[in-house]
């Protein structure tokens, strides 16, 4: 029984982080999940590079769940949400009396992350000298705790995340060409949401599913005119901005059919500019039937 609950809970997985779990069938992102197809069962660093909310720690996901490595541990730091002085203990662990408040043995991620996969989100905002320890993991495959004195042997694999332009931050001396080299084995580009407009129909009507369902409101379905209007907006914020534009619709709208004045203001008023304009072009209606995932 418990074996076949792993299972059970693994297909769940899949369905939530797995490839079905990313929503898009424009050009660009099909080439992007061929290539990631190609990469997920090999062991070689992945460098992920995307505007902030396009999805990457999804991404991060969706590849260790198609690798070898999908029965260990996935696990995740965003390096600029911790304090400098923490980031490394939280990464190389410590041991008890290394410094002020090291009450006890702590492991480090690296060695969490022994045979499963370890993912860094906003790589470049490391601090230069943990780039240089980095660095030193990446081609030795060992750590050693702070305050410790034996290296540990780890076999994680990394993937790494950013949304800045790594080689703008080497040439103004904030991220070192050492080790963008040794993180760009493979590079993932996720394109921007206004990039693949033809997709943004299909996320609406995804995203408007799984919030009714979650905010136990009635079925609700956008009108041609909103869904144009959607299509026609910047989506600065990519996927996450619009999954919260469409949670925030459900939240207040009452009744069936989302209009173009149903819309968060923003939205309402590139949808002006455009009538004002040229027309937007007209959205292809989304598929039923889309997988129960996150962005």
Wanted: aromatic share 6%.
């Amino acid at each position: 029984q418990l074996k076949e609950k792993v299972v059970e809970l693994n297909q769940q997985l899949d369905k939530r982080y797995g490839f079905e779990s990313i929503i898009g069938r424009s050009a660009r992102m099909e080439a992007l999940f061929e290539q990631m197809r190609l990469v997920a069962p090999t062991k070689s660093t992945v460098l992920i590079i995307g505007e902030s909310g396009t999805g990457k720690e999804l991404v991060a996901n969706a590849l260790h769940l198609t690798s070898p490595r999908r029965n260990e541990r996935f696990l995740a730091i965003n390096c600029g949400a911790i304090p400098p002085d923490i980031l490394e203990s939280e990464l190389f662990g410590h041991e008890r009396g290394s410094f002020t408040g090291a009450i006890g043995r702590k492991i480090g991620k690296f060695e969490l992350a022994h045979k499963g996969t370890l993912f860094l989100d906003e790589i470049s905002e490391l601090y230069p000298e943990l780039q240089v320890k980095l660095l030193r993991v990446l081609q030795e495959r060992r750590v050693m705790r702070v305050g410790g004195s034996d290296l540990i042997d780890v076999d994680f694999r990394l993937i790494a995340a950013t949304n800045k332009d790594l080689e703008k931050e080497i040439a103004e001396g904030r991220f070192r060409e050492d080790l963008y080299y040794r993180l760009k084995v493979v590079t993932l580009r996720i394109p921007p949401l206004r990039d693949r407009r033809d997709d943004i129909p299909r996320l609406a009507e995804h995203y408007l599913i799984l919030m009714c369902r979650e905010h136990g409101r009635e079925a609700k379905r956008f009108s041609r005119e909103a869904l144009a209007a959607l299509s026609a907006y910047a989506w600065p914020g990519n996927v996450r901005e619009l999954r919260n534009a469409v949670e925030s619709v459900v939240i207040f709208h009452r009744g069936e059919v989302v209009r173009v004045g149903d819309l968060p203001p923003e939205i309402q008023a590139c949808a002006e500019e455009s009538e004002q304009g040229e027309p937007a072009p007209e959205p292809e209606t989304a598929e039923e039937g889309l997988p129960p995932a996150d962005e």
